[in-house]
């Protein structure tokens, strides 16, 4: 063997021996979290109850963590896993080795069986932090859950209404209403979902999702009030291309991923009639009907809207109504035929930017109206 053959083997020996202990300093180089006293964590709480709950998340590390969460659940044993119910997850800033610090959360738990559970503290839940050790995350309490009288919210839709009850497959309808709280105490914001069903019965399997929003947080009944409400709406809830013409139902339903625990679940519901009449390409006018004209736009406030069929020919009446930004109707309606003017009145009505809908016949169409 040649001296500079040996000379070879020396140097790739030791960058061996230096990429190992490379590998081994980074893998001791990591944070480490752990759940740690002390715990404020209760022993009993009533089904639908409120409970407030903390412990410390400690870096017992050799480095810094930035992700610094702990996740609480509710479990029927002590391993954490999917079955089980999230309750809420709080964190801290940055901690350094050595460092902890507290979180805490009030949580509502679920309305659920009598009987014996398991309070999970999970350090790290969505894993964002890499760790030396990854198995020492856990950490679990007994807990009894039972049924007694607690305050919760009640969530009610009052008056919903569709701005069009009847539209081709392809096209758009809106949904206005008042949603109240009913109950004692406030609920937190809350999702609303927009569903086409064959039926009025709610079902997230078989219901086809047109969209949805997120209505804000609502107070409590208090001194016998009937309720605390507010207004929300969905402008443009599109029904899809490939639905079969036929009657259906536009289901509203609040909450429907059922995140917030109510004293009733059975009023979050409203089901409204919706006919689908055809494809928007396949309509009793010519192809060459499906335009409308509006003039002017912008508008001077007070002035009028004027609309018409780009073709003239055109014999069936479609209805034409004004809603502002958020699908609220702003004016009654007119009729637009082909070739003549409909009139839209836009008399003390603020600036901004309202929908113009037109509709009926197998047509839908929307329009941005600006007022100045």
Known sequence: MTQRMMKTILL????????????????????????????????????????????????????????NCIGYYLSGDATW????????????????????????????????????????????????????????NVV??????????????????????????????????????????????????????????????????????????TNSSLGGVTGGGTGVGSIFSAPVLTVPLTTAPGNYYLVVMIDPRNMVIESNENNNSRALALRVTGSVTATGLAASATGIEVQPNPVERGAPI?????????????????????????????????GTWARIETTQMPSGLYLLHVGGAGQQMVRRIVVQ
């Open 140 to 213: 679990s309490f007994p807990l009894t859950i039972t049924t007694g009288t607690v305050a919760l919210p009640d969530l009610e839709l009052w008056r919903p209404s569709l701005s069009f009850s009847a539209l081709p497959a392809g096209g758009s309808t809106g949904v206005f209403s008042f949603i109240y709280n009913r109950g004692p105490v406030g609920a937190a914001a809350h999702e609303i979902g927009f569903y086409l069903s064959v039926d009025t019965v709610f079902s997230a399997a078989s219901d086809v999702l047109l969209g949805t929003v």
């Open 81 to 136: 896993d999917a079955t089980d119910t999230f309750l809420g997850t709080t964190c801290q800033s940055l901690l350094f080795p050595g460092q902890s610090g507290t979180c805490a959360v009030t949580a509502r738990f679920p309305l659920v069986p009598d009987g014996s559970y398991r309070l999970v503290l999970v350090a790290d839940p969505l894993n964002a932090e890499r760790e030396s050790d990854e198995t020492n």
């Open 306 to 338: 004027l609309v018409k069929l780009s073709n003239p020919r055109a014999t069936q009446p479609l209805t034409a109504m004004l809603t502002d930004a958020l699908g609220r109707p702003v004016t009654g309606t007119s009729i637009v035929m082909g």
């Open 12 to 67: 790739l020996t030791l960058w061996a021996i230096l990429s190992c202990l490379s590998v081994s300093a980074q893998g001791q180089n990591q944070p480490d979290l752990v759940v740690v006293a002390p715990f404020d964590t209760p022993t009993s709480v009533l089904a639908g109850g409120t409970a407030y709950m903390a412990a410390n998340i400690k870096n017992q590390g050799t480095n810094g963590s930035q992700f």
